[in-house]
């Protein structure tokens, strides 16, 4: 059996320009070492999701054994392999011969790319230079986040990603909880992190989410929402999941039980926009904390009308990847987020409202931004488009920040892209849980740029939508959920 790349490759296929069928062999013949250091706090988590989500992805993966105990080793091996038995971790004293990319999980390293938790964040380091000096270990959220951003480095070596389409880190530190590069900030993960809540979708994100909160040691109750079983097609995008559960075809609210074992775990089988009703029938509870995982904006304004008093949204999108976050009676909620009319607009559209420029001319996508296209501009639009003249125009949604997350066709993304959306999710919930605010209730940043180039906005609630002008129902139905 061999994992299904398919999701990887098209994405792969964008940010190269390189031709399927030679990117496929490329990438199939590339090869990746991972060392780390077993005495740097969190090094055997960071090894085992930066090595099984590398494995949901083609090419030979080496671990370098050097320091590690033998029976660390043989613990990598084993979780690698249940990703993918066709495709084993290769054990080795020594590397060697040519690599697309040689990957350290430790502070010091030769000419490695290094992977470092610190508090729920992380250091990617480049270059050889780069001093990294942790000032208090890295916990599991960091852990798990250091991994994500490890394996984006190795994409876009192995991919060999364009280099307008990415940026290599010489030093990043990045914390999901606080979205800032300060990793001293946050406090502490509680001693005991007690969670009631719903996650609507156990999919790419939603896997990722399950990670993570079996990770952190969290127990309590989770009411699990997905409607389907785990399928051959899930490996390559999944951050749970292998051989066997291809074979078994669980459902993935199973999943989902199965690896939060401290939890007691609700599965409801079912779409998101049957989970009202059954709230309201009493089939299943109300949760006052709701995480959603979706692959639509739909499914989104589904899940909002559970009325929670925190819905956490966390989304992908080819390389995109973001958070959106709702509390009830303040700011937006996912309807304003994500409104049906405006689902349809197609990226052009989108383009053309953010940028002032012509439907027409955001249209013709590949061609260069030139002065001209300027002229007929407002002068704080030109002001912000003036530095990409010469740009493909359908470059210009990074700039402007404005991104795919907004448009109808979400997909998932590839596991590092989804698992940092988890990461973000969670990072979320825990800044919550530890009173500090976040800047804005949108965050979002292209997976191959990298988390400091970050666009975090607060958005209004829209006047317009119910969840303004019909506040009085909502609240009488969520006193009657909530008993
Ligand atoms: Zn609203």
């Given at each position: 059996m061999t994992a299904d790349h398919s999701r990887g490759m098209l994405l792969a296929e964008g940010a190269t320009g390189r031709q399927r069928d030679k990117l496929e062999r490329a990438l199939e013949e590339s090869r990746v070492a991972v060392s780390l250091d077993p005495e740097m706090p969190e090094s055997m988590l960071t090894a085992r999701v930066l090595l099984t989500t590398l494995r949901r992805g083609p090419g030979q993966l080496l671990l370098e054994r050097s320091g590690l105990p033998a029976s660390a080793a043989d613990e990598l091996a084993a979780v690698v392999d249940a990703v993918d038995p066709a495709r084993p971790l290769t054990v080795v004293n020594n590397a060697g011969g040519t690599l697309a990319v040689r990957l350290h999980v430790g502070a010091d390293a030769g000419s490695a790319v290094r992977v470092v938790p610190e508090g729920y964040g992380a250091h990617i380091a480049g270059q050889r230079t780069a001093v990294i000096r942790p000032a208090r270990p890295g916990n599991p959220v960091g852990a798990v986040y250091a991994a994500a951003l490890g394996a984006a480095e190795?994409?876009?070596?192995?991919?060999?990603?364009?280099?307008?389409?990415?940026?290599?880190?010489?030093?990043?530190?990045?914390?999901?909880?606080?979205?800032?590069?300060?990793?001293?900030?946050?406090?502490?993960?509680?001693?005991?992190?007690?969670?009631?809540?719903?996650?609507?979708?156990?999919?790419?994100?939603?896997?990722?989410i399950v990670l993570l909160l079996d990770a952190v040691g969290a127990a309590g109750r989770v009411l699990a929402v997905d409607y389907q079983r785990f399928g051959p097609e899930n490996i390559g995008t999944y951050s749970l999941g292998g051989a066997a559960e291809v074979q078994a075809a669980p459902w993935k609210t199973d999943m989902a039980r199965a690896a939060l074992s401290r939890f007691d775990v609700?599965?409801?089988?079912e779409p998101a926009d049957r989970l009202p009703a059954a709230m309201d029938a009493r089939v299943v509870p109300w949760f006052p904390l709701v995480l959603t995982a979706l692959d639509t904006a739909a499914a989104r304004r589904d899940a909002q009308r559970l009325w929670p008093d925190r819905?956490?949204?966390?989304?992908?999108?080819?390389?995109?990847?973001?958070?959106?976050?709702?509390?009830?009676?303040?700011?937006?909620?996912?309807?304003?987020?994500?409104?049906?009319?405006?689902?349809?607009?197609?990226?052009?559209?989108?383009?053309?409202?953010?940028?002032?420029?012509?439907?027409?001319?955001?249209?013709r996508g590949t061609d260069p931004l030139t002065e001209t296209d300027l002229v007929n501009l407002r002068p704080e639009q030109r002001h912000i488009l003036r530095p990409?003249?010469?740009?493909?125009?359908?470059?210009?949604?990074?700039?402007?920040?404005?991104?795919?997350?907004?448009?109808?066709?979400?997909?998932?993304?590839?596991?590092f892209i989804s698992l940092q959306a988890a990461c973000l999710s969670v990072g979320?919930?825990?800044?919550?849980?530890?009173?500090?605010?976040?800047?804005?209730?949108?965050?979002?940043?292209?997976?191959?740029?990298?988390?400091?180039?970050?666009?975090?906005?607060?958005?209004?609630?829209?006047?317009?939508c119910l969840c303004a002008s019909r506040a009085w129902t909502i609240d009488r139905v969520r006193k009657i959920r909530k008993g």
């Open positions: 190795a994409f876009k070596r192995t991919a060999r990603v364009l280099p307008r389409r990415r940026e290599l880190h010489r030093h990043l530190r990045f914390c999901p909880v606080t979205l800032s590069s300060d990793l001293a900030a946050a406090p502490d993960l509680p001693a005991e992190l007690l969670l009631d809540l719903a996650l609507v979708g156990v999919g790419a994100i939603g896997t990722g609700i599965p409801f089988r819905l956490i949204d966390a989304a992908t999108g080819d390389t995109m990847l973001g958070i959106h976050d709702h509390e009830h009676g303040n700011g937006p909620c996912m309807i304003c987020f994500f409104p049906p009319d405006r689902s349809g607009e197609s990226a052009a559209q989108r383009l053309a409202a953010a940028t002032g420029l012509p439907l027409e001319r955001t249209m990409h003249v010469g740009t493909p125009v359908c470059g210009l949604a990074q700039a402007v920040g404005l991104t795919r997350l907004g448009a109808t066709a979400y997909q998932p993304s590839i596991p979320r919930l825990i800044a919550a849980r530890l009173g500090i605010t976040q800047a804005g209730n949108l965050a979002q940043y292209d997976g191959l740029f990298g988390p400091q180039a970050a666009t975090i906005e607060c958005m209004p609630q829209d006047p317009a």
